[in-house]
């Protein structure tokens, strides 16, 4: 190799982005041990070391890849650099954030809280806290379960009867778009307890996206596809089931993915009613005791959550409907 080409040849083992997420964590750590906090009243921001120190090690590692090709390869790494910007922008949306709150006091406490205090309530409530997250979890599943397996059974119901279609699909569309939480007082009042009323309600606003996406996927089929079918003798169950079905199920997982956001929203409002126990009723008592760091990482925490779910649905729709990826827009 010619001495010109030594200088490219290490330039391009560097990642210019990684390199400056990395810096960009190394001074958020020293802007946060270096600037002394700043008294607020009654209100002593603990952990600022912890979360000082907890920049620094994230730039020490970020240097590594950014410096070394190598460590850069694989998977893991390609998805590294896509998070390049990402890596960068984070630092300085915490920068401000601890600037503004915890070293000038711009934003007053107890109202606006800074990063470390995060910590605070991870190290400090984090069993009430998970506690809470596991409840949640636990009713999301039984109210999105039910409304998404009814829903389904509904809409391919109406899609392929003309009997349904005709008395079914009228109450559908003038009961469906009625918001879930707008029944709040009577689903708790007719049904059982509480618990039972949140899963109704959850399972409702489930329920009419999933039925409507159903129903619009068989009623689409090309009715060539029952015409090959029936001339190789397949029966009435047959037709829907290995026939109607999966050529719907790319608007199924449509339904499925707006009943995941409809559900999560009126999970919170019936945990806020009624529930003893979940983030909605942790947010209810965060903001009755004034912890606004609380209520801070319990809506990172629902963020979170939510992300990871659909995340989740996003793969199992990936491995489902893998046969379709020619013909579907994935």
């Not at 120190?53 to 460590?71: E, H, I, S, T, W």
Request: aromatic share 14%; charged share 10%.
């Amino acid at each position: 190799m010619p001495p010109s080409a030594i200088p490219i040849a290490r330039a391009a083992r560097l990642w210019p982005r990684g390199l400056l997420a990395a810096l960009a964590w190394l001074g958020l750590g020293v802007l946060t041990l270096a600037w002394p906090d700043k008294p607020a009243g009654f209100s002593d921001w603990t952990f600022t070391t912890e979360f000082g120190l907890a920049a620094l090690v994230v730039g020490a590692l970020l240097l590594v890849p950014a410096l070394v090709r190598r460590a850069r390869g694989g998977r893991a790494g390609a998805r590294l650099v896509h998070a390049g910007a990402w890596l960068v922008a984070l630092p300085g949306l915490l920068a401000l954030w601890e600037v503004f709150t915890a070293k000038l006091g711009l934003l007053p406490p107890p109202f606006f809280a800074p990063p470390q205090s995060l910590i605070d309530v991870a190290v400090e409530d984090w069993p009430r806290l998970g506690l809470s997250t596991a409840h949640s979890v636990r009713l999301l599943a039984h109210g999105f379960v039910l409304g998404a397996l009814v829903g389904f059974i509904t809409g391919v119901w109406i899609g392929w009867s003309r009997v349904a279609g005709y008395w079914v699909h009228p109450v559908l569309r003038f009961l469906g778009p009625v918001p879930a939480s707008a029944l709040l007082p009577l689903a708790f009042f007719f049904a059982p307890s509480s618990y039972a009323a949140a899963v109704f309600l959850i399972g409702l606003a489930t329920f009419f996206p999933v039925a409507v996406l159903s129903w619009s996927g068989v009623a689409a089929v090309n009715r060539q596809y029952y015409d090959v079918a029936r001339t190789l003798g397949a029966g009435e169950w047959f037709l829907v089931l290995r026939v109607a079905v999966p050529a719907a199920l790319p608007q199924v997982f449509v339904g499925l993915f707006m009943g995941l956001g409809a559900s999560f929203s009126v999970l919170v409002t019936a945990e806020m009613m009624g529930v003893k126990a979940g983030l909605g009723w942790y947010l209810q008592w965060a903001q009755g005791w004034a912890a606004y760091a609380n209520m801070y990482a319990a809506l990172i925490v629902m963020a979170v959550l939510c992300s990871g779910l659909i995340t989740l649905l996003f793969t199992v729709r990936d491995r489902v409907l893998s046969w379709q990826k020619g013909t579907v827009k994935w």
